[in-house]
């Protein structure tokens, strides 16, 4: 069993509010700030290419600001692989990234660019940066991941998350075997493992209960659930049923 599951709480769509007038509210830096004092063991935001929501003003506030790590979500690009290297965050997320997708839609395929990611993540890593990818839980793409030198994989629960909202009850369960087996086998190859993307109060204690999990990272939930009752109750919440899951 992995030490304490640390819970990494997703501003992106504090700033997603926030672009929908322009100006500077909400701002995702309050939002990061009440999250650490919620109990959030560390930040993510993704700058995506678009800067559709985080900015990189954004970022330059939570680099400065922060007293928990900020795990940077970025795509392969030379652009964000400078702007990690300026910042030196504590993880650096890499995830795939297209223009046209409302979210992310899968995970990285390693296995089919394997040695542009090698070289592409080499010096984040050399900077002191741990470098994770964003994979979907697939045999070949964790086996990638560890062949180019990541030290984490964070598998992506969208698919389950999607098939339990969706009622696809069969789906689901195979999809959470899927995670449960790859967590495992990840962890088998010396990888820590995360999990992420679409997690609720509902989907968040199977995955929460592999012991091979360290980290899991919820956004999207998670401020749409502050709108009703407040980021830090909610956040609570998450954590109260991810405790509860590990201890089960
Ligand atoms: C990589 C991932 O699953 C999330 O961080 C997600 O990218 C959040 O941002 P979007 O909602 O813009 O996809
Ligand atoms: N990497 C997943 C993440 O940071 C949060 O995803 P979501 O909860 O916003 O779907």
């Given at each position: 069993?992995?030490?304490?599951?640390?819970?990494?709480?997703?501003?992106?769509?504090?700033?997603?509010?926030?672009?929908?007038?322009?100006?500077?509210?909400?701002?995702?830096?309050?939002?990061?700030?009440?999250?650490?004092?919620?109990?959030?063991?560390?930040?993510?935001?993704?700058?995506?290419?678009?800067?559709?929501?985080?900015?990189?003003?954004?970022?330059?506030?939570?680099?400065?600001?922060?007293?928990?790590?900020?795990?940077?979500?970025?795509?392969?690009?030379?652009?964000?692989?400078?702007?990690?290297?300026?910042?030196?965050?504590?993880?650096?997320?890499?995830?795939?990234?297209?223009?046209?997708?409302?979210?992310?839609?899968?995970?990285?395929?390693?296995?089919?660019?394997?040695?542009?990611?090698?070289?592409?993540?080499?010096?984040?890593?050399?900077?002191?940066?741990?470098?994770?990818?964003?994979?979907?839980?697939?045999?070949?793409?964790?086996?990638?991941?560890?062949?180019?030198?990541?030290?984490?994989?964070?598998?992506?629960?969208?698919?389950?998350?999607?098939?339990?909202?969706?009622?696809?009850?069969?789906?689901?369960?195979?999809?959470?075997?899927?995670?449960?087996?790859?967590?495992?086998?990840?962890?088998?190859?010396?990888?820590?493992?995360?999990?992420?993307?679409?997690?609720?109060?509902?989907?968040?204690?199977s995955v929460a209960a592999l012991p091979q999990m360290a980290e899991l990272n919820i956004g999207h939930f998670l401020i749409g659930e502050a709108i009703?009752?407040?980021?830090?109750?909610?956040?609570?919440?998450?954590?109260?049923?991810?405790d509860a899951a590990r201890t089960a």
């Open positions: 069993m992995a030490d304490r599951l640390r819970l990494g709480v997703n501003i992106d769509h504090v700033a997603t509010v926030r672009n929908a007038r322009g100006g500077t509210l909400p701002d995702p830096l309050r939002a990061a700030r009440m999250a650490e004092a919620a109990g959030a063991d560390g930040i993510t935001a993704h700058l995506r290419e678009d800067r559709r929501h985080i900015s990189d003003a954004d970022i330059d506030g939570l680099m400065a600001a922060l007293t928990v790590p900020l795990n940077f979500e970025m795509a392969a690009t030379p652009e964000m692989q400078a702007i990690a290297l300026r910042h030196r965050p504590h993880a650096v997320c890499i995830v795939p990234e297209r223009r046209e997708e409302r979210t992310t839609e899968g995970g990285l395929e390693v296995a089919k660019d394997e040695n542009r990611l090698a070289h592409f993540i080499a010096p984040l890593r050399d900077a002191g940066c741990r470098v994770s990818i964003f994979i979907a839980a697939d045999r070949p793409q964790i086996e990638a991941a560890h062949r180019i030198g990541a030290q984490v994989v964070e598998l992506h629960t969208g698919a389950y998350c999607d098939a339990h909202a969706e009622g696809r009850i069969e789906d689901r369960d195979a999809e959470m075997i899927r995670i449960r087996d790859m967590a495992a086998f990840a962890a088998e190859l010396g990888l820590e493992v995360h999990a992420g993307h679409g997690l609720t109060y509902d989907t968040v204690p009703f009752r407040g980021l830090e109750p909610a956040i609570r919440e998450m954590r109260g049923i991810m």
